[in-house]
């Protein structure tokens, strides 16, 4: 007489949380993290999109079987979130949004609607139809530039440029470590959103070439909004551990704006832009042998 158990949908979950120094298990039917003395901290795993497991971390099988079971997207990042080593397999894939990137992609036409419209909503502009992809480049170039200026002018911080060694995370300066910081944790919300969205983190349309250049691309529509500027307010109080400062800041910044709710449309809205749609499956082509009762609905 109860209704069937599914997954609890993306937008109404937590965005991620950064988990180190234990081990993920399922134990007593919960699923924990179990630190060397044996205490245990219960995870809410149904009710996270992303759980980011920095260096330290062991997983249980039973835990990936779990997280892989409700939806939530296990990630393998470095201290502080500065790389992204592997990621596992969130439950809401699904072949025909990958179809569908991959025609918009392959598309020359579309592949610049879709370009062109990811510069509208970063610009807040109509982009002339004439302007070639490089144009749009130097476009974004100098008003990132300005932005960061701003920004820095805004929360009195002592800005150059843009500049980091991704080797030697210390050399960098504390507004630039913010920053590095908070766009990590911007890469792995909308890395989570993406692939349960069933679309391909690697098939980009501005950023091509990179495993995540699809993240990119949208990580660039919304940080501006949300971890730019949470990175120089953290930065302009010169806090002793600026990572830390910063993850937290990020956190906030997800909740207060619903981010997490809002990438998932905002991808379909870019796509739309292309002017194609979602490929049907071939005449012939056989169904799953076993379909799922409840696919899960990000």
Request: glycine letters at 8%.
């Amino acid at each position: 007489m109860l209704p069937h158990l599914r997954a609890i949908p993306v937008k109404e979950r937590l965005s991620l949380v950064f988990l180190e120094r234990g081990e993920l298990d399922v134990i007593d039917g919960a699923f924990v993290l179990v630190d060397v003395n044996g205490i245990r901290t219960q995870i809410p795993i149904g009710g996270v999109v992303c759980l980011m497991l920095e260096p330290g971390t062991r997983v249980s099988h039973a835990a990936v079987v779990l997280a892989a079971r409700v939806g939530c997207l296990l990630v393998w990042v470095g201290e502080a979130g500065v790389r992204l080593y592997s990621s596992g397999r969130p439950g809401g894939a699904r072949s025909d949004r990958l179809l569908y990137q991959a025609k918009l992609a392959l598309d020359e036409d579309a592949r610049l609607r879709v370009v062109r419209k990811m510069y509208e909503l970063r610009f807040g502009t109509e982009i002339p139809e004439d302007y070639t992809v490089n144009q749009l480049r130097g476009m974004e170039g100098a008003r990132v530039r300005r932005m960061y200026e701003n920004l820095a002018r805004q929360h009195g911080v002592n800005w150059k440029r843009r500049d980091y060694d991704a080797t030697d995370w210390g050399s960098g300066d504390v507004p630039n470590r913010c920053l590095s910081s908070a766009t990590a944790c911007l890469y792995g919300i909308c890395e989570a959103a993406v692939l349960a969205a069933g679309y391909s983190p690697a098939m980009g349309f501005i950023h091509t070439g990179k495993p995540l250049s699809f993240i990119y691309d949208i990580a660039d529509l919304v940080k501006f909004d949300t971890v730019v500027p949470a990175a120089f307010r953290v930065a302009s109080r010169h806090p002793s551990d600026p990572e830390r400062e910063t993850r937290i800041a990020c956190r906030d910044a997800f909740r207060s704006t619903r981010l997490l709710e809002k990438i998932i449309p905002l991808i379909d809205d870019v796509l739309a832009a292309g002017g194609l749609s979602i490929p049907k499956a071939p005449a012939g082509a056989l169904p799953p042998a076993i379909p799922e009762e409840n696919p899960w609905d990000p």
